[in-house]
């Protein structure tokens, strides 16, 4: 065995790679691929919508704190901490059974179960009039977000030899399009299909209590309906033995690993990751709590999906407009142009929650004309620069990552982004509670900081007043951190996407097998 030194050597591109690039894209023959790939990212959506639509659920009760949200969003980190366990996916499976189908069957299977125990017992968890069960539902959808994170990694190398070479670029349109459409369906549909009040208004001629189906049989029916497609896509789709194409090198466990701490530690990856995962703070209000403060103030969580809807739709298309402002060589510039207009957007987000009790009870009844083109006008433009970003990043990540280790590197680079969104998330939730005051209307003594505090001053026959809003501070916080994180990564930014590629090329030991 002989070990060479530490050395960085330039990545070569395969006679066979470059045949498959200059090749035109074409289906033909590809086409059953191309919907299997489509239909397994729609099923990793499902659950995200159902995890996400809950928050709209727990927020619409009346004894769900931000506390409590904060709590339920940490269901949420799987897909941010993906990278822990992606290198076994990767190196473990069952040759016989197929690399990625040894992780996605048993996966998937694992997600309808749960989507089946969790409708036997959502009663209990989401009752109509109780405290819901915050602590079991959100262990519940991390395990839901760990399982479809965990069959993102499989389905994400899967799309790489299930598509034909010259077709691969499709497997990024899958994805997008497949996550959006799952993640609507299980958003909209629960939250819509649900509501006697949507159902009563839009979907009935005569009204009835209830909505046309029950959390309960929704859950059921998409439990069922995840073990019936799994099992056919056990049965009858084969999946390649790629193990010896491409003169791919097999590497184990410990390899991807020790790759991971190889890439962090060149010196710019490094600023870079905390770059990554400072980089939401600016905007944590706005887009974590701000939708639940319009529930607070009046707006329905069915107006808020119907809204969400119309953003699915702008977020469909949106990367095929962006796309060509971001393909550039300093895609981070457009990165950087964006970033003082979204930070100037929360003085918009605080107005439209401020004004938005007094626009929709106008003359006690009518909600005015002006308020929702406002606020969908608002959410729209805060969504195109969120992914313009976003496409931004991607494009930038995609540039800098070294090709012979592309996999890893983006992986490594996308879960540092998401770690930056899921810490914020959780901290602006958390901090909500905290940063707000309440005094009892008939008690100045009681602040209203706990259940039993409320009830007291409910059972005097008092209102707890807000004297100190949290979410304005938390805005403001937010807004000032932002700008000292803009003037501060301006201009390592800048720097960075003039570097040179090889800049970011990966020191590795190469190991190579000899006679012993």
């Known amino acids: 065995m002989k070990t060479s030194p530490r050395h960085s050597v330039e990545p070569e591109i395969s006679e066979e790679m470059e045949d498959a690039t200059m090749t035109k894209t074409n289906l033909k023959g590809d086409w059953i691929n191309f919907f299997l ?67 996605l069957i048993p996966v998937q299977y694992l997600i309808g179960a749960i989507l089946i125990y969790t409708a036997s017992d959502i009663e209990n ?16 959808f991390f395990m839901i977000n760990f399982l479809a994170a965990t069959q993102d990694i499989a389905v994400d190398g899967w799309a790489l030899t299930m598509l034909k ?32 009040d949507f159902c009563n208004k839009y979907l009935r001629s005569v009204p009835d209590v ?19 497609l799994t099992t056919l896509i056990g049965v009858f789709k084969k999946e390649k033995n790629n193990t010896f194409e491409d003169d791919q090198e097999k590497v184990n466990v410990v390899q991807n690993y020790l790759l991971l701490w190889d890439i962090l530690k060149l010196p710019s990856v490094r600023i870079l990751a905390i770059i990554l995962i400072t980089s939401k703070i600016g905007y944590a209000a706005t887009g974590n709590v701000s939708i639940l403060k319009l529930i607070d103030a009046g707006i329905s969580k069915e107006d808020i999906s119907i809204i969400d809807s119309v953003m699915s739709g702008v977020n469909f298309i949106l990367p095929f407009i962006i796309g060509k402002y971001t393909s550039g060589p300093k895609p981070m510039s457009v990165y950087l142009k964006v970033i003082p207009i979204r930070l100037l957007l929360n003085i918009g987000f605080v107005m439209q929650i401020y004004y938005t ?94 259940l039993e505090l409320r009830d007291m001053c409910k059972a005097d026959k008092g209102d707890c007043i807000i004297t100190v809003n949290g979410y304005y501070i938390e805005m403001l916080l937010c807004t000032i951190i932002g700008i000292i994180w803009y003037i501060a990564v301006r201009n390592p930014l800048k720097v960075f996407q003039t570097k040179n590629p090889s800049h970011w090329l990966v020191k590795v030991k190469r190991t190579e097998t000899g006679d012993v």
């Open 357 to 450: 009790p007094k626009l929709i009870t106008l003359d006690g009844e009518n909600t005015s004309v002006y308020y929702y083109p406002l606020l969908v006008c608002l959410l729209s433009i805060d969504q195109i620069l969120s992914h313009t970003m976003f496409i931004a990043v991607i494009a930038f990540f995609a540039r800098i990552s070294d090709p012979r280790f592309g996999c890893t590197y983006m992986t490594l680079l996308n879960t540092l982004a998401n770690l930056g969104y899921m810490w914020t998330s959780t901290v602006a939730l958390g901090m909500i509670d905290v940063l707000t005051f309440e005094e009892c209307s008939l008690d100045s003594k009681n602040n209203c900081s706990t």
């Open 210 to 228: 209830g909505g046309i189906v029950s959390v309960k049989n929704l859950l059921y029916c998409w439990g069922i309906i995840f073990i019936l």
């Open 37 to 103: 790939l489509l239909l397994l990212y729609t099923m990793q959506g499902l659950p995200l919508g159902i995890a996400g639509s809950m928050s709209l659920l727990l927020q619409s009760k009346n004894n769900v704190t931000y506390k409590d949200q904060a709590l339920y969003s940490i269901s949420k980190w799987p897909f941010s901490l993906k990278l822990l366990w992606a290198p076994l996916v990767d190196a473990l499976y069952v040759q016989k059974f197929g690399r990625r189908k040894s992780w």
């Open 125 to 140: 968890l989401l009752p109509e009039t109780g405290r819901p069960d915050i602590t079991m539902l959100a262990y519940i």
């Open 165 to 196: 070479k010259n077709n691969v670029g499709y497997a990024s349109t899958c994805n997008a399009s497949g996550q959006t459409l799952g993640s609507m369906v299980g958003s909209m549909v629960l939250i819509l299909f649900t509501s006697e």
